[in-house]
């Protein structure tokens, strides 16, 4: 079975524009969740969604947001990009709320210049 | 900020045990230890988790304290592929409110050597 994919795998933006990212989960999975990797850090809790409601957030500013479709996947959209944006983006699928183990997917690399 | 305290790094010899501490002194009676491991390049991968009790599954064993303040990760037989970034993460059980929050910190990076 394939695992959690997204795209693209990298994304060069400039200051002040706007990127979506995007996201498909294993397949059977309910729940997605948004992380934001910076170089050096541990990922950051961004969003969750769970059957196409937000479940969760992190503390993040409004330019960041998100939704997830009837088939499960997901989007992560960021406007007016900063040069603190620029991280690796990573997507997580989860079964459902009841389970333990978060799938994660091999992120996207967005880079602002 | 994360609850759990780990080493920045470990070095470990190809073939012997690799054992990760973890300090969760605050950690609440709900909450569950988990480890996740992130190898470069990588999405993070599960490994396991426990609330009180000893853990063991294919990967790893984990071992968690009487008192709950501090766990260890047991790699029991570490191969070069074990290199990679480990997070210590504590969360509520998976009930109720936001499941998808995982709060990571720095975590330890395991270096194994030939």
């Known amino acids: 079975d394939a695992g959690v994919t997204q795209s693209p795998t990298h994304l060069i933006k400039t200051r002040g524009q706007q990127v979506t990212l995007r996201c498909s989960p294993i397949?059977?999975?309910?729940?997605v969740s948004w992380y934001q990797q910076v170089l050096g850090q541990g990922p950051q809790f961004i969003f969750q969604y769970y059957e196409k409601e937000e479940r969760g957030r992190g503390n993040f500013p409004d330019r960041f947001s998100a939704r997830q479709f009837p088939n499960y996947s997901s989007e992560l959209n960021v406007n007016a990009l900063l040069l603190g944006d620029s991280a690796l983006y990573l997507c997580a699928s989860l079964q459902g709320v009841s389970y333990n183990e978060q799938f994660f997917g091999p992120g996207t690399r967005l880079t602002v210049l | 900020d994360a609850k759990t305290t780990q080493p920045p790094s470990m070095d470990c010899a190809e073939g012997r045990a690799a054992n990760l501490p973890c300090n969760h002194s605050t950690i609440s009676g709900n909450e569950y230890v988990y480890w996740y491991r992130q190898i470069h390049s990588q999405g993070p991968q599960y490994i396991i988790h426990?609330?009180?009790n000893n853990e063991t599954n294919e990967m790893a064993s984990l071992i968690i304290t009487e008192d709950r303040k501090s766990s260890t990760l047991i790699l029991p037989h570490a191969t070069l592929r074990d290199t990679a970034v480990y997070y210590c993460?504590?969360?509520?059980?998976?009930?109720?409110?936001?499941?998808?929050?995982?709060?990571f910190g720095k975590g330890t990076k395991l270096s194994v050597k030939p």
């Open positions: 993460i504590v969360r509520v059980g998976n009930y109720g409110g936001s499941q998808g929050n995982l709060i």
């Open positions: 397949s059977g999975h309910k729940s």
């Open positions: 426990g609330l009180k």
